[in-house]
């Protein structure tokens, strides 16, 4: 363990050296690696308007010379971080830094005046579940245990190379108890060329110029034995640990994980970056996951089309989704938000599990899924996304980016989605699997910052959605609300506009305050046969937000208040049916509410979280959200985390069960749900949820690698129970009994070789409800899954990518009371799933990557999507009993091109 724990310890030496050097007015730190960075960073300097600039790979410094009157050094170091490469001040987005070559991924620096701790609300920081390691800005963080990462050179052992290297390396010795202490002025040279020598600094970090063939370092010191290090790898760090008096050498090799734990989070972060995306076709939110074992993504039905997330074996409704910290899609658009958000927007998804900070407010019960979008001062100039596939879908991505000035910048994000292949239909039930027609969505966002605390940014954000389904021959002029064919359709719009704003004093960079703020309005249109459902939903939110440390940063806390409004209108109804009925109602639901969290850090190995809001619903009263987290790392490399809190949201039945009405089931007491106080009659729903994490990292085949444990349990006090258990109506209402979700899942990663990544998962779940039958687990969920990810990347700019999910039986409503030819099995089949993508990148400054992927290579596929669909306006007819998918094999090609 011990040897673990030096790995760990080393390579943190080494990036605090790395993060925190001193900078001035002509002479700035730029962090870069070999000759390419050289001549990138110099090239971006003049392009900001230098009149001459030299970088010195030796000490990661740039000399600036310049016109005051023409430029500024904080619009020289933006072009540089525009280019690809970390200035204090400024930080190269993610997605630039990517796709930079591989011998150039760089250490990621420290965010100067924005430090770790720093985590100001209103700035647009990912504010995972109130940890305070928020990122400036969507920017890295600078101790993510994603950005740890080695400089991997090709197959051949990196001495193959066209461009200059510098090899790093770390010098630390250890004393009996095992502590580790650097050491200063250790002399460093290659053994070929003994004249030119190098010292170890006062973090005993060194870096060393390779030069061809060289492959022998010598390291010497007045008071040790040497030791001579053959450097078969240039990309790895060479670290060198003394222990009496004996100079040792260890490699340790780490690099940059597209899917990644941040370690020192109280919260269990796991962070998908955009790279991680790129793996699929990811046209969309909902297909964003695809990759990933902690998220499901199901359909909700057999014909709207509508996806859903599924976490710790709930319902997304019951996951937070939010949108960099402001509400995502909820309420009345939750069923069809996952469509809404292009997967091109966005910059990472961060997934926490179990329950967060009460600064993001108390609807979270399963977890938080925040999505962070493209920034306008941090990202491409242009990028271009083109995606088609076999069946009819073609996407077309646009988002474009400028620096009005110093201070301003402005990007337009732009999404449109055609889909009109009628005829799609894998089961051969005569029912279209996907609705067709047009999703179009766009967002205009502006960003401020004036260099002195200030920061703002607003935008506005549009959806139309527009879609038909049903039966194949189904004309929405001829056949809507007749029994001529069988069809359903959408029209959704959206408009949203969001706005932050956050000062962080200049004397206490410790200490800001921010406000949240935004203003929506969804209106859906819907027909479904016989039956129409249409709603509007109007919302306001707005969050303040304050936090500081008492006396040091061992005491952190943040305050705030918060109000969420929303005014929402429902009209249901059914025509030209011996049961024909028009209903309409409303509600008007205010949450106002004040919370308190403080942070107890006394050292890097612990961190307590404890927060409590007190909100009042005015149709449910006053309630209490007190939550907590703590997290424990006895020795590096070792993570245990637990969490516990109370959750509450209320349900929106119909909207949220949208497959009800695509069916011929009946409403259960539909007339007093509809007339019933405050949300349908039925009380607000309430979970505890209780969490242990446990993560471990170490070497394996000298990589990089990783285990880990989850553990969560969420107890339901009250839950609005949908009954599907009746196979001729749907009932809705209050839990009399238990209802829990019980979630264990192991994951495990590392690298079997270079440029090579694998993950391995297996979760199990155990969801149980006491229906008004009995207690029954839930239906249409997995108890078991397992998954596999194998990632493997080339310097020629190849990728090949590859998915497996392996998805166990699932339990079926029941349909005993059908006639025999309707009834289904109690269980669901066992399936598995493959995806799998290849793609390359072309182009003198790798801007340009063509794609071509295939999803569900099994090709399996539900036979019976939808009961009775030879006779949708019978009595039978059901399309909510989707237990696998609904299509088979597809494929789909793609480009990609960007300018920065």
Known sequence: MNTLKNYLLITFILLGNLAFAQTNTVEFEVAGNCGMCKKRIEKAGKDGGASSITWDQATQKAKVTFDSKKTTVDKIKKSIADAGHDTKEFRASQEVYDKLHEC?????????????????????????????????????????????????????GGHDHDHDHEVTGVVVNENDRGDLTPISDVTVYWKEDPSKKIKSNENGVFKIMHVKPYRYLVVTHASM???????????DIVMIQAKNNVLKEIVVSRRQKSNYINKLSPVRVETITAKELFKAACCDLSESFSTNASVDVVSSDAVTGSKQIQMLGLSGIYTQLTVENLPGPRGFASPLGLNSIAGTWIEAINISKGIGSVANGFENMAGQINVELKKPHNTDKLYFNAYANNMGRTDINLNVATHLNEKWSVGLLLHDNFMYNKKMNFSDNGFRDMPVGNLFSGINRWHYENGKGVIAQFGVKFLHDDRVGGQIDFNEDTDKFTTNQYGLGFKNERIEGFGKLGYVFPTNKHRSIGLQLSASRYKQESFFGLNAYDNEQKSMYANLLFQDIISDVTHKYKVGASIQYDDMDEQLSRVNSTNDYDYNFGRKESVAGAFLEYTFSPSEKFDAVLGIRQDYNNLYGWFTTPRAVLRYEP???TTFRISSGRGQRTANVFAENLGVFASSRTIKDLAQLVSGEAAYGLKPEVSWNTGFTFDQSFQLFGRESGLSLELFHNNFQNQVVVDFENPREVAFYNLDGKSYSNSVQAEFRFMPAQHFEARFAYRMLDVQTEYTSGKLQKPLTAKHRGFMNLAYNLHSGWSFDYTLNVVGKKRLPS???????????TESDAYVTMNAQVSRTFGKNKNFDVYVGGENLSNYFQKDPILAHDNPFGANFDTNLVWGPIVGRMFYTGIRYHIK
């Open 104 to 156: 150039c991924l760089y250490e990621r620096m420290g965010a100067d005046g924005i430090k770790k701790e720093d985590d100001h609300e209103g700035h647009d920081h990912d504010d995972h579940e109130g940890h305070d390691h928020a990122s400036h800005e969507g920017h890295d963080h600078d101790e993510h245990e994603g950005h740890d990462h080695a400089k991997k050179a090709d197959d051949k």
């Open 225 to 235: 034995n040497s030791d001579t290090v053959e450097v078969k790898n240039l990309h």
């Open 815 to 825: 349909t005993v009371g059908n006639p025999e030819a309707y009834q289904l099995a």
């Open 635 to 637: 020795i590096l490399g």
